[in-house]
């Protein structure tokens, strides 16, 4: 597990369960969206002074273990 991903928190009481910056209600989702749409880690953290450089990273870091997740199908139990 990459260091950076203990920055992130999964709390079910926590908008609504949704992974955010650890400490704050801030969605992972919402730093990618707003990488994804060009946003410099700079107007990031302008924009959001409660966050650091790394919890920007760490934002990537989970969107890019989300990525490799893999299912793999299961075959349903046979009829008896």
Same mark, same amino acid.
């Given at each position: 597990?990459?260091? +950076?991903? !203990?920055?992130?928190? =999964? *709390?079910?009481?926590? /908008?609504?369960g949704?992974? /955010? =910056?650890? %400490?704050?209600r +801030?969605w992972?989702?919402?730093?990618? #969206?707003?990488?994804?749409d %060009?946003?410099s880690?700079? *107007?990031?953290?302008? #924009?959001?002074?409660? +966050?650091? !450089? #790394? *919890?920007?990273?760490a934002? =990537?870091?989970? %969107? ?8 793999? $199908?299961?075959? $349903?139990p046979l009829a !008896?």
């Amino acid at each position: 597990m990459h260091p +950076l991903l !203990a920055r992130i928190s =999964i *709390d079910p009481n926590v /908008c609504f369960g949704k992974p /955010c =910056i650890r %400490g704050t209600r +801030l969605w992972v989702s919402l730093l990618l #969206d707003r990488i994804a749409d %060009g946003e410099s880690e700079a *107007d990031l953290l302008a #924009d959001y002074p409660q +966050l650091q !450089a #790394d *919890d920007i990273r760490a934002a =990537i870091a989970y %969107g890019a273990e989300m990525s490799r997740e893999r299912v793999i $199908p299961i075959a $349903p139990p046979l009829a !008896a």
